[in-house]
């Protein structure tokens, strides 16, 4: 099978197309017929080495189990092991490959009790490959991280990317009023999304506003730590996705040891309750994946050149096309 594989850390020169063996599925696992897969910020990540513990999780000089990035997925089942119960070969299904990677691929054998579930009716396989990565992230920080509430105000930092546009969205399927902060050219994407106020970046600062909220949520690492303390409500909560040097680390447990405000980041693990909760929302029409650019499975470097330029809409798919297709 055809497969991205990344030799070395490094630019995105370092990712190869080539032929690498297709997977065998053990008695727990579906192997899955990849149609659609994505480049997100964390594949950057990984290629990068950035920041330095990639390194101590996937090998200090250069990757090692893990040479095929992409973490979210759609297809179908085209072979499933001897206990599998959940699924039958033809299954049209959408899947998150977690830490373990591998979905820039044709081919990928996941285990049946990970997050692999039926893809939403009312989806393409490119829309649903969207789904796992920043919709899983914004839906555990906000409900599992955030205890979200219907009522509350939302502010989401870094509204326009592939989590940013899923949060809004989620945010407001929980019914709080919802504010997106993003540039200039971004604005009507995130307003067509549900936002109740956009904030253009560029030209407001939102924490010199005065206004506060319940749940301030940074998708992207880039907003002032001190000035969203401040505009968070008594008992409010700031979420900040993945981006957490230590500093920052220790600023927020002294502010949640000692204030009543909360600091929380971390990192989330796609899970199947989590695709199916999804699901079930995309399929009542409440969330979208917004899908900026498609790029073909051999174009896939070209594809980490323009997420790595910061400005993406949305999400960046990779439509898989099979040598038997025409």
Not at 68 to 74: M, P, Q, T, W
């Amino acid at each position: 099978m055809k497969a991205i594989v990344c030799t070395k850390y490094g630019s995105p020169e370092v990712l190869k197309l080539k032929e690498v063996e297709k997977p065998n599925p053990k008695d727990n696992e579906v192997l899955i017929k990849i149609y659609a897969t994505t480049v997100t910020s964390a594949d950057l990540r990984i290629r990068k080495a950035d920041p330095f513990g990639v390194r101590l999780f996937y090998g200090l000089k250069k990757p090692r189990k893990n040479t095929i990035l992409g973490s979210e997925l759609a297809g179908e089942i085209e072979a499933i092991g001897r206990n599998v119960k959940q699924f039958n070969i033809g299954d049209q299904v959408f899947a998150g490959a977690g830490t373990s990677l591998g979905a820039n691929a044709e081919y990928i054998c996941l285990p049946e009790e990970g997050a692999v579930v039926l893809k939403p009716s009312n989806m393409t396989y490119e829309e649903a490959a969207a789904i796992p990565f920043g919709s899983t992230t914004a839906l555990v920080f906000l409900k599992n991280k955030g205890n979200i509430q219907s009522g509350q105000k939302v502010l989401i930092y870094g509204a326009s990317g592939s989590l940013g546009t899923a949060a809004v969205q989620l945010a407001k399927a929980f019914g709080t009023e919802v504010t997106g902060v993003c540039s200039t050219a971004k604005l009507d994407l995130v307003k067509s999304l549900g936002a109740d106020e956009v904030i253009d970046y560029t030209s407001e600062d939102f924490t010199q506003s005065g206004k506060t909220y319940d749940i301030i949520f940074d998708t992207i690492g880039k907003s002032s730590f001190s000035g969203c303390l401040k505009s968070l409500k008594q008992n409010g909560i700031y979420l900040r996705a993945v981006h957490m040097d230590l500093p920052s680390v220790l600023r927020g447990i002294w502010v949640s040891k000692t204030t009543s405000k909360k600091v929380i980041g971390g990192m989330a693990i796609e899970r199947k309750a989590d695709l199916v909760f999804l699901k079930e929302l995309i399929e009542a029409g409440k969330i979208k994946p917004a899908i900026d650019k498609c790029y073909s499975l051999d174009q896939t470097a070209d594809a980490h050149r323009y997420v790595e330029q910061g400005h993406k809409r949305g999400n960046v798919v990779i439509t898989v096309r099979h040598s038997n297709e025409t």
